[in-house]
């Protein structure tokens, strides 16, 4: 059972903030920051490398659509759009969701850090091309 298609079906209850014939959009329970929103496929998809590119499309429309309501509802100063893909990456849900993360100011309870490595980008590029 996918608790997403649930949701969908209208079998589990959700606080939707948007929703067309395609896409929903509802308030993710562990709420992040204040708004953090879950905006998904109605049709099932596993994760987001399993989506056609036409769906894929109209999804990331969506999201954009949405992530600008929420951020105007609620004055955030901006976001994050995170798509996780399989469990390795903090999917917990397998069906394709795109997390919209409203963000306030940099002490808020999101923390994202990129740091540097030493790996070859010439050798990794070349095996990535290759693929």
């Not at 987001?48 to 100063?77: G, P, S, T």
Request: hydrophobic share 40%.
């Amino acid at each position: 059972m996918c608790v997403f298609c649930e949701i969908i079906k209208g079998n589990i209850p959700s606080n939707k903030v948007y929703e067309d014939d395609t896409v929903l959009a509802i308030l993710d329970l562990s709420q992040t920051t204040k708004g953090h929103t879950l905006v998904m496929p109605k049709k099932h998809y596993a994760n987001f490398a399993e989506i056609d590119e036409e769906a894929l499309a109209d999804l990331m429309v969506k999201v954009q659509r949405v992530a600008k309501k929420v951020v105007k509802a609620l004055n955030a100063k901006g976001f994050n759009i995170l798509i996780n893909t399989n469990e390795c990456a903090g999917q917990s849900v397998m069906h394709l969701h795109v997390h919209i993360i409203p963000r306030y100011d940099e002490s808020d309870t999101v923390k994202i850090e990129f740091k540097e490595n030493s790996f070859d980008l010439e050798a990794l590029a070349k095996t990535i091309k290759e693929a």
